[in-house]
């Protein structure tokens, strides 16, 4: 090829090039078009590893402030309350919020010089690490109480323990004690979460049980229910309500114990009272006889 | 006094002066047409007409977004990057895959054929025959093809390939050394001892 044929398409093209420019008055971008498409990327990565954090947050407050002390009380076992309780949601917005930051750092300027593996793991920690610290001071809380506040449609942690424990037909209600009378006879009036009101049998609640329902506060109770249409409840137990930003693992360990101390109580109890009724005296009513509250499903479940 | 002689503007400094004065963008041109239509043409532009639409797009392209230069890259770096997007755009369009032609002439394979950069353990035989390679080249997969392209036959260093292709530099190394097995692979193993 010789130096003519060599230059003839160059000239051409560069013409042809600058005919186009002119033609269709072709400008550079302007540079803050680029700048801008720069913030935006770095912007949505920041709303990621923010949202990615308090993801997070949430997860771990929702795991490990659901009432695995009593899982017992409202589960066959603990894979089926673990099933039950898993915050997926927040795991499938984690997820989702990882993918959208790694997407957004690989179409950053330089974002396509490190690996997948490294920005992934690197999206991974921030996030772990910002929901671990927003966590630390209660965010976590914060967000999955609000967002149950305002959502209807969103099942908050309080929400579900609400749903777990305000089931009177199997065995367990949530609410406050509202009248109590010594004389002549003992009575108590529970009033649950949704505004019922129930007699309590409290013949087989501890001290420590009678001083939580007298405490005033929320309490969760499991028992079993005599008579559904009067409304009277045999209560075996009594929980405090714990709910809230600051119930530390500690005391969840706590209730844990004092929760299987109390259902081995009824357990050994089951062979050991004996039957107070007002029928005469009879070699069959002096026979050990089952409480109501060894008949319970969870103590059954115990280890 | 004896003046210096006067370097040429480097690529950066034309980008510069372009956007102050569109005409130096001409120099810009000068300067790749020639590697840029050999570039596009060993990844699969063949026709005369196509490159010099390609071609044109690439530049215009080019223009269009010189604000958004990344100047801790090299331009040729970038231009390239522009170019490889376009050509794959371009067989896209046309929905068909690179196939057909010479990527590169007997000296050129020769040379490739003897690069000991992936390590020492590859020998390949150099009386090799440069159309069985370039047939073989068609062969392998297009992600192996073009960096095999830009390191062996354009002369590109990591790096460079890293800012072409947008990839990280450690896939440079994997997918070199991959296409060089492939390769091997799809060539008669009789011929080419690895």
Redesign the interface.
Known sequence: MNSTE?KT??K???S???E??DSEN??????F??QGRECFVWFLWTISIVVGAFAVAVSLFVVSHHHYALYEATHDNFFTFIIDVLPYLWFVIFGLMVYVAVFNIRHT??G????VSTILLSSLFLSLFGGSTLQFFGFGYVVDDALGRHMKMYGSQEKLEHEMWQSSGQGRLLGKQVYVSVLPSKIVVFEDVSGQRWTLDVSELNERDLQLLASNEKVRLLGTTTNSKLHNFHACGAFPWMMGRNISPARMNEERKEFIVKMNEIAKEAIERPNFSDEPTSVSNLQPVQSKCSRLAVVRRMP | MKQLPQLPPSDEELVRMT?EN?SY??DL??RY??KLTRYIARLGVLN?DDQ?DV??DI??KT??????F?T?LQFSSWIYRIAHNEAVSWYRRKNVRPEGHLIADSEEIISFLSAKTESADEVFDKTVNANLVNDALQKIDDRYREVIILRFFEHKEYEEI?DIL??????VGTLLHRGKKQLATVLNPKTIRI
């Open positions: 060599q398409p160059q051409s093209l560069k042809s090039l600058f186009r420019i072709v400008c550079p971008h302007s540079r078009l680029f300027k330089h396509y010089r490190y690996s | 956007l569109k963008f001409g041109v000068d047409q020639a005369n010099l071609l044109q530049f215009l223009y269009k977004n010189l604000n958004g990344d801790s890293s947008k990839i990280p530099v450690g896939s």
